[in-house]
């Protein structure tokens, strides 16, 4: 399918790896140009010289903590305008909430509230403009299914999305849209990460705990970045136009609700 983004600005935060990574490679797939970021430089300039070999597409990958202003207006200075953003950054750790204290819950806010506004806040005017505008969220199962120990984080993305849904609608005149993929068990880093805290807090082995979340979920296994990169990319295509200010879950059916 061409999605008819071709010549495109798109920025893809937090893609380094995972699910980001996965969003921007099926985005210089379909043509567009991409900013890339991470906090890693070694591992941002591999994943922009393999993204690159592999789709053609111009990728620049620019270093930097979202969390903060500085990161992001390095972010935003990389290009002259932004077509598509996909808000993306790491979780807190998955903790008891009786030990988060008020330091770690505005860091929390921060990374996963603040951050992904504001960029919008940059770049919403130009794309009502240009008469033309994706954003993605990408936020987390949790926002509908909250999980414990994911407290800060569920409130957090759940926070992003209510903040955002008036704005989606007051912009879906001008062909911009807002939008949130919630992505439940996938195979990553983040989930290998809350598997062995898992597994060092019960004293069980980790692929016995990876194997009872398998079971749990109705497609019984986890989900592909490849999977979630071509929603996403859907969502930043010219065909996405009337989808605006939803949350789509993406998670093999554990959600149980008909909504």
Same mark, same amino acid.
């Given at each position: 399918?061409?999605?008819?983004?071709?010549?495109?600005?798109?920025?893809?935060?937090?893609?380094?790896?995972?699910?980001?990574?996965?969003?921007?490679?099926?985005?210089?797939?379909?043509?567009? #140009?991409?900013?890339?970021?991470?906090?890693?430089?070694?591992?941002?300039?591999?994943?922009?010289?393999?993204?690159?070999?592999?789709?053609?597409?111009?990728?620049?990958?620019?270093?930097?903590?979202?969390?903060?202003?500085?990161?992001?207006?390095?972010?935003?200075?990389?290009?002259?305008?932004?077509?598509?953003?996909?808000?993306?950054?790491?979780?807190?750790?998955?903790?008891?909430?009786?030990?988060?204290? #008020?330091?770690?819950?505005?860091?929390?806010?921060?990374?996963?509230?603040?951050?992904?506004?504001?960029?919008?806040?940059?770049?919403?005017?130009?794309?009502?403009?240009?008469?033309?505008?994706?954003?993605?969220?990408?936020?987390?199962?949790?926002?509908?299914?909250?999980?414990?120990?994911?407290?800060?984080?569920?409130?957090?993305?759940?926070?992003?999305?209510?903040?955002?849904?008036?704005?989606?609608?007051?912009?879906?005149?001008?062909?911009?849209?807002?939008?949130?993929?919630?992505?439940?068990?996938?195979?990553?880093?983040?989930?290998?990460?809350?598997?062995?805290?898992?597994?060092?807090?019960?004293?069980?082995?980790?692929?016995?705990?990876?194997?009872?979340?398998?079971?749990?979920?109705?497609?019984?296994?986890?989900?592909?970045?490849?999977?979630?990169?071509?929603?996403?990319?859907?969502?930043?295509?010219?065909?996405?136009?009337?989808?605006?200010?939803?949350?789509?879950?993406?998670?093999?059916?554990?959600?149980?609700?008909?909504?």
């Amino acid at each position: 399918m061409d999605l008819k983004i071709a010549g495109r600005t798109a920025i893809v935060c937090a893609s380094s790896r995972g699910l980001g990574r996965a969003c921007a490679l099926e985005l210089a797939r379909a043509g567009a #140009r991409i900013v890339i970021n991470g906090r890693n430089p070694e591992r941002l300039a591999a994943t922009a010289d393999a993204i690159r070999t592999e789709t053609g597409a111009e990728i620049l990958p620019v270093v930097a903590d979202l969390s903060t202003e500085a990161g992001r207006a390095a972010l935003l200075a990389t290009v002259p305008h932004v077509d598509i953003l996909v808000n993306n950054n790491g979780g807190p750790p998955s903790v008891d909430f009786r030990t988060i204290d #008020r330091t770690a819950m505005l860091a929390g806010l921060e990374a996963n509230m603040i951050a992904p506004a504001m960029l919008i806040h940059a770049v919403i005017d130009g794309m009502v403009e240009r008469r033309f505008g994706r954003i993605v969220d990408i936020t987390s199962g949790s926002v509908k299914m909250p999980l414990a120990g994911l407290d800060l984080s569920s409130g957090a993305r759940a926070g992003l999305t209510g903040f955002l849904a008036g704005i989606a609608r007051s912009v879906a005149h001008a062909n911009v849209t807002i939008n949130h993929l919630l992505p439940g068990s996938f195979d990553t880093d983040r989930i290998a990460s809350l598997v062995a805290g898992q597994a060092a807090r019960s004293g069980r082995p980790a692929a016995d705990i990876l194997a009872e979340r398998e079971r749990g979920i109705p497609a019984r296994r986890l989900g592909t970045p490849e999977e979630f990169g071509a929603a996403c990319a859907f969502l930043c295509s010219d065909m996405a136009g009337y989808i605006t200010g939803q949350s789509l879950l993406i998670d093999g059916g554990i959600f149980p609700g008909i909504m």
